[in-house]
């Protein structure tokens, strides 16, 4: 049973900085890729980034392109969003996911593509 269980979230200011991380289990790590998304009150699930099987293609929203960095590291099974510059529009529930298929090479923005998530973490940022 694929699980995926996040963690780093928090109550921050505007400016500040903050980590995610994302511990997989139940299958093996390296063949899949992993993507994080955001979903504020009131809004729908939206794309933040995502990080393909072996490190090499990374994606990310517009909204969060050269503030948030998306990483993993394998022999911790762990998948990392450093996210920088923080703003409140950032506030919202992240949620780590990934697709059922190895090498995935699907429309990594779309949440109809993966087919595990975690329960997500609450970062606030404020004014």
């Known amino acids: 049973q694929v699980e995926l269980v996040e963690s780093g979230g928090g109550l921050v200011q505007g400016g500040d900085s903050l980590r995610l991380s994302c511990l997989a289990s139940?299958?093996?790590?390296?063949?899949?890729?992993f993507g994080w998304f955001r979903q504020a009150p009131g809004k729908e699930r939206e794309f933040v980034a995502h990080i393909n099987f072996n490190g090499d293609y990374l994606y990310y929203a517009d909204s969060v392109k050269g503030r948030f960095t998306i990483s993993r590291d394998n022999a911790k099974r762990t998948v990392y969003l450093q996210m920088s510059r923080l703003k409140p529009d950032d506030t919202a529930v992240y949620y780590c996911?990934?697709?059922?298929?190895?090498?995935?090479?699907?429309?990594?923005?779309?949440?109809?593509?993966?087919?595990?998530w975690g329960q997500g973490t609450q970062v606030t940022v404020s004014s």
């Open positions: 139940g299958r093996s790590f390296s063949m899949y890729s």
């Open positions: 996911a990934s697709p059922s298929r190895e090498y995935f090479s699907g429309t990594y923005y779309r949440t109809s593509e993966y087919s595990y």
